[in-house]
Each structure stands twice: as C-alpha cells, then as structure tokens.
C-alpha cells in the first residue's frame, strides 16, 4: 500500500494518516464537483415545475451518492500522492461531462439519447475509477476486498438502469409513458444505491481520519453555499444591468441570509459533531459518519439548491426596473425560497440528532416559523419576502448565541486547547529536523 511497491515514477498509492487533513487535490476535484451543483440549479431554473425539481433532486441524489463513495475511497488513500492523481484526474473528466450533460438528462426521449447516454457513461467511468483504485488499495487485505465486491452488484445494476433510463424511453412512442418508465428507472437507482449503504452495513469499514471525514464534508458543504451565491448572483440578471437600490438591498440580504445558514451549522453543531466522532471507535464511528455525513448531508445540499432556485427569481424581479416594488413574487420563487431554507434546517437537525444526540428547540422554532410564513410570502413584495426570510434565519442565529453562550465558550476551550496541544505535539518533532536534519529523520 505504501511500503514503497510503485506505479513507475509517480510512487504507490498512500494510506490516509489517522491525523490526516483534507489535501489540496481533493479540494481540485470538489470544485469541478460542485459544477454539478450550478448546472443542476441552472437547469431547474430554465423552468420550474414539479417535474423540473424531481428531476434535478433525482439528479442531485444520484450525484451526491458518486461524492460518497468519493469520500469512501479519500479516507483510505490520499488522492494527492503517487500514481492516484492520474487515476482522479480521468475521474474528474467524466465527473465534467456527466455535468455538461446534465441539462439533456430529462429532455424528450424521442428526440435524442445522446445526453443521457453520456450521463450513464460517465457515471460508470467515475465509479470504474473509484472501485479500480480501492481495490488496488486493499488487494492485500482479504476482508477489506470482500467488503468491496459486495457493493459491485449495486455499481452494476445502477449503470444498467442509467442506461436502461437513456435508451428505452426512446422506443416509446407515447411521451407521456415514456417520461414516466424514465422517473421510474431514475428512482430506482436512488433507491438501490442508499439502500445498499445501509444494508451493506458497516463490518469491513473503517474511517482513519475522523478529521479528514469531517473536514472534507464540511468544506463541500462551504463550496455549496458559495456557489448559491454565484447561481443568485448570475440567474437574477444582476450583472446585466445597472444597480438599482433594491436590488443592491437585496443582494445585501441574500448574502446575511446565506451567512445565517453557515452560522448554523459551523458556529457549533460541525465542531461538536466533528469532536462526536472522533471519540466514537470502530463500527460505531463507520455508522455515525454514514449516517450523520452521507446520509444527512443530503437534504442540506438539496435545501441549499432549493433556496438559490427561489432567491434567484425574486432577486431578479426586484432587479427589474420595469417590475413595480410593491408587487408580489409570483409563481414558485417565494415557496421554494422557505421550503429550502426549511430542508436545510431540518438536515441540520437530523445530523443534530444523529451525532450529539440532543434537538434545538430554537431550531425547530425557526422550522414551524418557516412553515408559516410559506403561505404569506406569497402575498408579499420580493424585497419584504427576503427580509423576512433574513430576518428568522438572523433571529435563529441571535437566540442561539444569547441561548448557548456557555456551551459555545466551553466548545471554544475545548477546540482551543485541542489546537495548542496538537501544535504542540507538531513542533516538537519538527524541532528534530533542526538537530538532526530532514535526511536523518528519513532513515
């Protein structure tokens, strides 16, 4: 694994440290990941209907679950070091066109079968890529490869009802039920894959670095709600027009609406959570950072996407001169605004549960304020509607700062002096370097 056995000059693949931190490679291929993210809003956006957001949630699912198994293989083997970059980088290619190809994935069967072949043949490169690599990794260990080739059967037949899902409608002459055996085979596949994760269970699993499985969940969950920023920012039309007061008003209140929402999981539910399992062993830890990562995360990427969706058609309402800025928000925009914001929360909540075993009653405050507020924002101007948003996300945030004081303060000690103890620790063994040198240190 990595005693030194190569692929040529570029070295052998290597462990994942117990101590490791996210490398700047995964961080490379987490960018192009969430270019998924943008095409799937972008997609929706063109027009929303019921159909549109199952089918971008569909996409979103199978999606998601090609970054867990991502995770699955980043926790064992550094994706930066030895030969694996070149491995990654093929896998990103097709990670690239499965996204390009997105937008065709749900278009009319009779027309064309070429954008949903390239999403089933990119989907089956990108997991060829990540089964090749694991299985290489622990061809040594007979437990760890059985593990592996139980989940081959959940590979192949999801590829095969991708592909299924891009060729057979196309022989369907009535539209209707050709869309229909399509959605189905979709959500088939969304169903076989998460429920193979959890009836694969956990026996044969292990994640080293608690610190890296934190971290790399947590900065894809940063690079989301950047890039609802980026998808309000170019859908609304902002940079096609000048300024207009309103609308710089009410990109100010997107950005402290999507800062409430970081605020709400990183102020002290992700610290907590990240301290939760590290102190959680073996097979408990496996399940704690399947179902509180895997599992949970999802609904907060979905809410995310939501959100974005409803803030970018109001935005680009109030950026409208010739759209008055008493007038209500028509049409989705203001419910998907509140139901996003709504998943979101709930996904935090769930994780919550999940990893500190405890619920915030202001969390669940904030849900039932959400849910009321769905039927009067359709009522409302743009500007009052994102106000009102804003102001129940800040609210949360404000009532949770007063509420929890003393247990933030107590978390802070404690992440503090984990810090100055691991630095520490750090610095004592680099001061070997300066009594011996580097070339010591490596013999």
Same mark, same amino acid.
Request: proline residues 9%.
């Given at each position: 694994m990595g005693d030194g056995r190569g692929r040529g000059r570029l070295g052998p693949a290597v462990a994942v440290a117990p101590g490791a931190r996210v490398d700047r490679f995964e961080v490379f291929f987490d960018l192009v990941f969430v270019f998924s993210f943008f095409i799937i809003t972008r997609a929706t956006a063109v027009e929303i209907t019921g159909h549109a957001l199952l089918h971008g949630m569909l996409v979103l699912a199978v999606l998601w679950w090609t970054w867990v198994v991502h995770s699955v293989v980043a926790t064992r083997i550094r994706l930066g070091e030895g030969f694996t970059p070149v491995l990654m980088v093929v896998g990103m290619a097709?990670?690239?066109?499965?996204?390009?190809?997105?937008?065709?994935?749900?278009?009319? %069967?009779?027309?064309?079968?070429?954008? =949903?072949? @390239? @999403?089933? #043949?990119?989907?089956?490169v990108i997991r060829a890529v990540h089964m090749v690599l694991y299985i290489h990794f622990v061809r040594d260990t007979?437990?760890?490869? *059985?593990? #592996?080739?139980?989940?081959? %059967?959940?590979?192949?037949?999801?590829?095969?009802?991708? !592909?299924?899902?891009?060729?057979?409608?196309? $022989?369907?002459?009535?539209?209707?039920?050709?869309? !229909? #055996?399509?959605d189905g085979l979709w959500i088939t596949v969304v169903v076989l894959q998460y429920a193979t994760g959890i009836i694969g269970g956990t026996w044969g699993w292990g994640v080293a670095s608690a610190e890296h499985w934190t971290e790399r969940y947590d900065l894809i969950l940063i690079i989301a709600l950047g890039e609802s920023v980026i998808s309000v920012g170019v859908g609304s039309n902002l940079l096609g027009q000048p300024p207009s007061w309103p609308a710089v008003v009410a990109a100010v209140l997107g950005i402290f609406f999507t800062a409430a929402l970081w605020w709400a999981h990183y102020d002290v539910i992700g610290p907590a959570a990240r301290i939760a399992l590290h102190a959680t062993l073996g097979r408990a830890r496996v399940a704690m950072a399947r179902d509180a990562y895997a599992y949970c995360y999802l609904p907060m990427i979905a809410g995310i996407i939501l959100f974005a969706l409803g803030a970018e058609g109001i935005v680009h309402a #109030?950026?409208?001169?010739? @759209?008055?800025?008493?007038?209500?928000?028509?049409?989705?925009?203001? =419910?998907?605004?509140?139901?996003?914001?709504?998943?979101?929360? @709930?996904? $935090?909540? !769930?994780?919550? !549960? *999940? +990893?500190?075993? +405890?619920?915030?009653?202001? *969390?669940?405050?904030a849900v039932l304020l959400l849910a009321a507020a769905i039927p009067v924002s359709e009522h409302l101007p743009g500007l009052a509607t994102l106000s009102l948003l804003t102001a129940i996300c800040v609210g949360l945030v404000a009532v949770e700062v007063i509420t929890m004081g003393d247990a933030r303060q107590a978390l802070r000690d404690t992440v503090f002096q984990e810090r100055v103890t691991h630095e520490a620790h750090e610095a004592e063994f680099r001061a070997r370097w300066h009594e011996d040198g580097p070339e010591e240190q490596r013999q």
């Open positions: 097709a990670l690239f066109c499965f996204a390009l190809a997105l937008p065709q994935a749900f278009g009319d %069967p009779r027309q064309s079968t070429t954008g =949903p072949v @390239v @999403v089933a #043949v990119s989907y089956v007979p437990h760890e490869r *059985r593990q #592996v080739f139980r989940f081959l %059967p959940e590979i192949v037949f999801s590829t095969l009802l991708l !592909l299924g899902a891009a060729l057979i409608p196309a $022989n369907i002459d009535d539209a209707g039920r050709a869309g !229909l #055996v399509r #109030v950026a409208d001169p010739s @759209v008055p800025i008493t007038e209500p928000a028509h049409g989705p925009h203001a =419910p998907l605004l509140f139901i996003g914001t709504i998943c979101y929360l @709930v996904g $935090n909540m !769930l994780f919550q !549960l *999940r +990893t500190l075993h +405890t619920l915030s009653w202001s *969390r669940a405050g």
